[in-house]
Structures are given as C-alpha cells and as structure tokens.
Nanobody
Framework: QAQLVESGGGLVQPGASLTLSCTTS????????VAWFRQAPGKERGFVAA???????RYAESVKGRFAISRDNANNTVYLQMNSLTPDDTALYSC???????????????????WGQGTQVTVST
C-alpha cells in the first residue's frame, strides 16, 4: 500500500513558475506509473501529465511545452515543473500512482490505484 504526499503548491502571479513534488512511501515506487491530475472548482478532475517507471512521458495538450514531469526513483519522488502559469492553471493538483509497465504513462484517472490529498495552486494577480 503506497502513500502519496504532494507539496509545492502556492499562490503565484501569471507568468511565474512552480515545482510540485509527489513523494511516496510504501509500495514499489520504482515500478509505478505516476501521474498528475488537477481539479478546478466546479470542474471534473483532469489529466495533466504522466510518467512511466521507464521514463516515458505524456502531457495534456493544454500544458505541453510549459510543464515537465520527471522522477527520482532513489528518493521516491515525482516532480511537476510548471512554467508560464496562467489563471487557467488554478486548481487542486493531485498525484496518483499505479503498478504499470515500463512504458505505461496512462492518462485515465480510473486506472490509478493510489492517490494523494492534493496541493493547491492559485495563479492570480
């Protein structure tokens, strides 16, 4: 049973950058696919980015070129580097993990087994 804890959220101005961290304990992190999802008020939780345990990545169209997902297996942590933030990026960001294949970076939230509580990102002047 894996536990996931997100950190790094906050209030930033448009155009700023922020790095989120998702640290796991328990489970076989080095063999997990991990993804970030976000949920804005009144909207469904949506896919942001995913990374397989082999390092394969996938991004939502809305964040391609601005966000980068990476992982440090030695420290059981996945990062989400977010650049050029806009108010549309305001949401609760959650990470999720699941045992998966080497190249498997799934975008479907229904496939993920373990979830963190989330960290709030607010982009505003």
């Amino acid at each position: 049973q894996a536990q996931l804890v997100e950190s790094g959220g906050g209030l930033v101005q448009p155009g700023a950058s922020l790095t989120l961290s998702c640290t796991t304990s328990g489970g076989a992190f080095s063999r997990y696919g991990v993804a970030w999802f976000r949920q804005a008020p009144g909207k469904e939780r949506g896919f942001v980015a995913a990374i397989s345990w082999g390092g394969n990545t996938r991004y939502a169209e809305s964040v391609k070129g601005r966000f980068a997902i990476s992982r440090d297996n030695a420290n059981n942590t996945v990062y989400l580097q977010m650049n050029s933030l806009t108010p549309d990026d305001t949401a609760l960001y959650s990470c999720a993990a699941r045992p998966a294949g080497y190249y498997d970076a799934a975008y479907d939230k229904r496939l993920y087994t373990y979830w963190g509580q989330g960290t709030q990102v607010t982009v505003s002047t």
